[in-house]
């Protein structure tokens, strides 16, 4: 028969565990999109980034697109922002994003995380209205092997 941890110990490894859980959660995410890729820019000079490719069923592809606004952008989601950075999926079988990107965030100049929002459905992802950047993350995501 063992002996079972004290309330004190059990807490502390609670404790413990939350507060290392986000911290394990953002190095995993940065290092999962640390090999990132310049695949294009915009007409406006926006630099497009994608990282971590992941291929899926029926020519879904999900990756990390990340853009750099040559000047800061006042986008639908607010700002002036001079980065955006989401997890986005692809159907590569139609040519289109699926308008369902997630984690999707922007930063300053300093790089602190301005806002931070899951967005279940982003119609105007890549669009225009964001930037005319979808097209190029596409093609250069639908391309990869």
């Known amino acids: 028969m063992g002996i079972s941890p004290s309330p004190m110990k059990k807490g502390l490894l609670i404790l413990f565990a939350v507060v290392l859980a986000p911290v394990l959660l953002v190095g995993l995410v940065a290092l999962a999109a640390g090999d990132w890729r310049t ?4 007409p406006a000079g926006d630099q497009v980034l ?6 899926q069923k029926n020519g879904l592809r999900t990756a990390w697109v990340r853009v750099e606004y040559k ?4 986008l639908p989601q607010g700002g002036p922002f001079v980065e955006l950075r989401a997890r986005v999926r ?3 079988s139609s040519g289109s994003e699926v308008p369902n990107s997630e984690w999707f965030y922007s930063r300053d100049r300093g790089g602190t995380l301005v806002v931070s929002k899951k967005a279940h459905r982003d119609d105007q992802f890549g669009q225009t209205v964001e930037g005319d950047f979808g097209g190029i993350a596409r093609e250069f995501v639908c391309k990869q092997k």
Do not use: L, Y
């Not at 695949?39 to 915009?42: D, I, K, Q, R, S």
């Not at 000047?71 to 006042?74: D, F, I, M, S, Y």
């Open 39 to 42: 695949v294009g820019a915009t």
């Open 50 to 55: 994608v990282s971590s490719i992941t291929p």
């Open 71 to 74: 000047e800061p952008t006042k």
């Open 90 to 92: 692809f159907n590569c």
